[in-house]
């Protein structure tokens, strides 16, 4: 309901009626909602409303409105007073009584309302005049808590949001150093590897020092042997040598003969030893980590500060 004092006064407006240009005479809010026009005797000081003979008696009956202070018609406000808007006046409007503004509070449901709502639904749990409470709420304990249970929330949030952002730092921080952490086992599995690579590749070449070694001396054996055989053969030529050379020839060269065939022995061992194949094996923790292409390490979080290499190592371990 529009409370008369904020329209100006050649509007036509509740509250006032027009006996001539310039006079005005007030009549009752109630009963012009009817359509009816009554002179007001009495103005209710909670409800903002000038009120009949009729309604006065009808407000100070019910249990809402009882204990409102009513004006007599030589107390109540003139028409040029209810011009200045009071701040305890509520400017909404009550959802289920769009033209009646809300003017009520029930505590134990923490509803508004207007008169309208209030009166049928929440009579028994004597809801009061928000104008009438809305005043000393504001210098009560109430209203000091709420607004420090705000800013307690307030400050709660901005705390959380700076450990928030902190962690975040230290977030990063931890996983630049991790990368440090993988970049030097990085670097260590390939120095490590590399020295590998020399160690074997000594062994290597000195595998093939000692074959080059073995297939020389051998091959000057096997030569040895080749000139002793056909300078044997020679002296057993019938062709060039009388029998009783050959004869005499026979019988000198038993001990070459024996000789020869001890050489020939030592040649099939070493023909024998060397002619087995040269392979690699890799160590087999290193064959089983990348056959099962098992992973690095595994990225952990925990509350607790830990050295990450020493972490990325328990892991590996487990």
Same mark, same amino acid.
């Given at each position: 309901?529009?409370?008369?004092?904020?329209?100006?006064? =050649?509007?036509?407006?509740?509250?006032? /009626? %027009? +006996?001539?240009?310039?006079?005005?005479?007030?009549?009752?809010?109630? $009963?012009? #909602?009817?359509?009816?026009?009554?002179?007001?005797?009495?103005?209710?000081?909670?409800?903002?409303?000038?009120?009949?003979?009729?309604?006065?008696?009808?407000?100070?009956?019910?249990?809402?409105?009882?204990?409102?202070?009513?004006?007599?018609?030589?107390?109540?406000?003139?028409?040029?007073?209810?011009?200045?808007?009071?701040?305890?006046?509520?400017?909404?409007?009550?959802?289920?009584?769009?033209?009646?503004?809300?003017?009520?509070?029930?505590?134990?449901?923490?509803?508004?309302?207007?008169?309208?709502?209030?009166?049928?639904?929440?009579?028994?749990?004597?809801?009061?005049?928000?104008?009438?409470?809305?005043? =000393?709420?504001?210098?009560?304990?109430? /209203? %000091? +808590?709420?607004?420090?249970?705000?800013?307690?929330?307030?400050?709660? $949030?901005? #705390?959380?949001?700076?450990?928030?952002?902190?962690?975040?730092?230290?977030?990063?921080?931890?996983?630049?150093?991790?990368?440090?952490?993988?970049?030097?086992?990085?670097?260590?599995?390939?120095?490590?590897?590399?020295?590998?690579?020399?160690?074997?590749?000594?062994?290597?070449?000195?595998?093939?020092?000692?074959?080059?070694?073995?297939?020389?001396?051998?091959?000057?054996?096997?030569?040895?042997?080749?000139?002793?055989?056909?300078?044997?053969?020679?002296?057993?030529?019938?062709?060039?040598?009388?029998?009783?050379?050959?004869?005499?020839?026979?019988?000198?060269?038993?001990?070459?003969?024996?000789?020869?065939?001890?050489?020939?022995?030592?040649?099939?061992?070493?023909?024998?030893?060397?002619?087995?194949?040269?392979?690699?094996?890799?160590?087999?923790?290193?064959?089983?980590?990348?056959?099962?292409?098992?992973?690095?390490?595994?990225?952990?979080?925990?509350?607790?500060?830990?050295?990450?290499?020493?972490?990325?190592?328990?892991?590996?371990?487990?």
């Amino acid at each position: 309901m529009e409370l008369a004092g904020r329209l100006h006064l =050649d509007d036509e407006v509740p509250g006032r /009626y %027009k +006996d001539s240009d310039e006079v005005f005479s007030l009549f009752c809010h109630p $009963c012009n #909602d009817e359509g009816d026009k009554h002179k007001a005797e009495g103005f209710c000081c909670q409800c903002h409303q000038f009120l009949c003979k009729t309604c006065i008696k009808f407000h100070r009956r019910n249990k809402m409105t009882k204990e409102h202070e009513i004006l007599d018609e030589h107390n109540m406000p003139s028409s040029k007073e209810m011009l200045v808007e009071t701040d305890t006046e509520c400017n909404k409007f009550c959802n289920d009584h769009p033209t009646e503004r809300i003017k009520y509070y029930c505590a134990v449901h923490n509803e508004f309302g207007c008169g309208d709502c209030m009166i049928p639904r929440h009579c028994s749990c004597k809801p009061r005049n928000i104008g009438k409470i809305s005043n =000393d709420f504001l210098k009560g304990q109430e /209203y %000091k +808590d709420l607004q420090q249970e705000i800013k307690n929330i307030n400050l709660h $949030c901005s #705390d959380m949001g700076k450990r928030l952002t902190k962690s975040i730092q230290i977030a990063e921080e931890d996983i630049e150093e991790a990368m440090k952490c993988v970049e030097k086992l990085k670097a260590e599995l390939v120095s490590h590897l590399e020295a590998e690579k020399q160690r074997l590749k000594s062994e290597f070449e000195s595998l093939k020092s000692e074959y080059r070694s073995a297939v020389e001396e051998t091959s000057k054996q096997v030569h040895d042997v080749n000139i002793l055989s056909l300078d044997m053969m020679d002296k057993l030529d019938s062709d060039k040598h009388s029998p009783y050379q050959i004869f005499m020839a026979s019988k000198q060269m038993k001990g070459e003969i024996s000789k020869t065939k001890l050489i020939k022995d030592n040649i099939a061992v070493v023909v024998k030893q060397y002619q087995i194949g040269i392979a690699f094996h890799p160590n087999c923790i290193f064959d089983d980590f990348t056959s099962s292409k098992q992973s690095l390490g595994n990225v952990v979080q925990s509350k607790k500060v830990v050295n990450p290499k020493k972490a990325l190592h328990w892991v590996n371990a487990t």
